[in-house]
């Protein structure tokens, strides 16, 4: 009887995520050794990685007959993306624009959530955003991206508004003659 061996299916993670891997061999002759790569050890697992980058993680099974057989699981490991926001202090009179963006590069096609903490929101990858008010606001950014993986960050918009100056005058005389033309 020739063995046959069921590994754990390819699996695609983010960084910092784990994944459990294991061997089920069946036919053969029983009592099987059990060779993992990649520092594993002997055994059907399950075990936990952990992979920093991509890794092929490969069993080698082998019954007390000497038949053997191999096989790979991958563990494909994706980036997960940075945020980068920097603080900012703006005074205007009236209101306040600023241009926010995310200081890092990001994989094409990532999402982007902004919260600019006064009940406002914004998917755009580089917002502008309109503040009317004096305060500390809370800017918020979750990116994430085409696989899946997340990153949050958030910075603080110190505003300043000043009130705009409103042009109030009388004139006299209030008419205006060729005789008293001087207002």
Do not use: H, R
């Not at 995520?17 to 002759?29: D, F, K, P, R, T």
């Not at 979750?142 to 990153?151: D, L, N, R, S």
């Amino acid at each position: 009887n020739l063995v046959t061996l069921d590994i754990t299916a390819d699996t695609s993670l983010c960084e910092g995520e784990a994944y459990l891997i294991s061997a089920n061999v069946s036919n053969g002759i029983g009592n099987y050794t059990y060779n993992w790569n990649n520092g594993l050890g002997n055994g059907a697992g399950p075990f936990l990685v952990s992979p920093l980058t991509t890794n092929n993680y490969t069993v080698a099974v082998t019954d007390v007959c000497g038949n053997s057989i191999s096989k790979s699981v991958t563990v494909n490991v994706n980036t997960n993306p940075i945020v980068n926001l920097v603080p900012q202090s703006q005074t205007g009179c009236g209101e306040v624009l600023l241009s926010l963006s995310n200081n890092s590069n990001v994989p094409s096609g990532s999402l982007f959530n902004w919260n600019f903490g006064d009940n406002t929101f914004s998917n755009q990858e580089n917002p502008s955003k309109n503040y009317t008010q004096t305060g500390i606001f809370n800017v918020a950014l979750v990116i994430t991206t085409p696989a899946g993986c997340q990153a949050n960050g958030s910075t603080t918009l110190n505003i300043v508004i000043n009130p705009q100056a409103i042009a109030d005058f009388e004139f006299s005389p209030e008419k205006i003659t060729m005789l008293n033309p001087t207002v």
